[in-house]
């Protein structure tokens, strides 16, 4: 599954035709795609500890839409950076960006996009990411073989 110079992105997203635009997106990119409903059924969620080295990363790429019903995406993102998650490139959507979301998601170091979002917002993020991403860094691959 997994080619060290292939990029890999983790989609959260609960809306059914964004996360399928996104993923197709990431697809047509030659990304490895790991897209879910809910931040729920994201295994860095069930997971009670990042198991990645310094040198290893799960994805290069999280988008986390900030408006899901389970838990929050800030939520999320804070309790992966809890766990130590090596993903340096995190992306929140929402529709409902307030102040203090703003605020949150700068202090998580995170990018923000509301939604509807321009494609070029996105192109540009991920342009961006890809550019500051070490192709010879090793993708673990220990979060979609164990769901606990």
Known sequence: MNNENQYRVIILEQTDVIRNILSDFFNDRGYEVHAYSETTFCPLHLLPECRCSYEETCCDMMIVDVDN???DGLTFVENVRKKDCKCSHILLISSLWNQAHSQKALSLNCRVISKPFP??????????????????RHLRDWIFETKA
Do not use: G
Not at 119 to 136: D, G, M, P
């Open 119 to 136: 494609v070029s917002s996105l192109v540009e993020w991920v342009t961006e990411a890809e550019a500051q991403i070490n192709t010879k």
């Open 69 to 71: 019903p389970e838990i």
